[in-house]
């Protein structure tokens, strides 16, 4: 793991201050909160410990629920960012599988890679496979993750086309969809540390295939 893990006091504390925060349907508190225990605690181990089981226990068809899924999302996307300054992309690619619009997974790896210095270009969730495939052409990445939520969208027999379409990526299946392991040449990321990790292995890429297009969005 990249970092430690939270002590079981401290993940109290946080799942209590960001759940009485959604209940008072405050998502500007939740943000602030998760950009406070991040700095403290670091991204992988708030996700994995903290925020991941609270999701999961306040379901988005309340209206906690959302209040902690968006001041969850907001908190993921600003952190770690300066205002006027991208980091390269470094050849990682993200995105969500298609017809899954779960995006938080692809945040919380995007600002974990940024806490590492990281960069990398997030296309976000639910991405067609064509045009995945056509990003791959046009961006050139070495590496791919693609988060999928639920078994629906894991159509692991497409991911591994992805990888034997394009011999020189790095392909991965992120998330709690992939629920069995997938075949060679790709590989299942069980956990957002996990993820940090195989992104932060992969050797660095120039961004070439971006120059001409200036400044690029990078998530």
């Known amino acids: ?7 079981a006091e401290a993940v109290q504390v946080a799942r209590r201050q960001l759940s009485l925060a959604a209940e008072d349907l405050d998502a500007n508190a939740v943000a602030s909160l998760l950009l406070e225990l991040a700095e403290t605690w670091a991204v992988p181990a708030l996700w994995e410990q903290a925020c991941r089981p609270l999701l999961a226990r306040l379901p988005g068809r309340t209206a906690t629920g959302h209040a902690l899924f968006e001041g ?9 960012r300066e205002p006027g300054r991208s980091l390269p ?6 995105a969500g599988a298609e ?9 919380a790896l995007a600002a974990a890679l940024r806490e590492q210095g990281r960069g990398c270009l997030n296309l976000g969730p639910a991405l067609p496979w064509p045009a995945l495939g056509s990003a791959v052409r046009r961006a050139g990445p070495h590496t791919v993750v693609l988060w999928s939520q639920t078994p629906v ?24 969809g992939w629920t069995a392991p997938l075949a060679a040449p790709t590989t299942r990321l069980d956990a ?3 993820a940090v990790a195989a992104c932060l292995a992969a050797a660095p890429a120039r961004d070439s295939r971006h120059i001409r297009y200036g400044s690029v969005p990078y998530r």
């Open 1 to 7: 793991m990249l970092t430690d893990p939270m002590p």
């Open 99 to 107: 017809d899954d619009t779960y995006g938080l997974g692809l945040l």
């Open 72 to 80: 969850v999302r907001v908190g993921l996307d600003a952190y770690r």
């Open 89 to 94: 992309t470094g050849g990682l690619l993200l």
């Open 153 to 176: 969208t894991a159509r692991a027999p497409r991911l591994v086309r992805l990888a034997r379409d394009f011999p020189f990526l790095r392909v991965y299946g992120a998330g709690p």
């Open 192 to 194: 957002l540390p996990e």
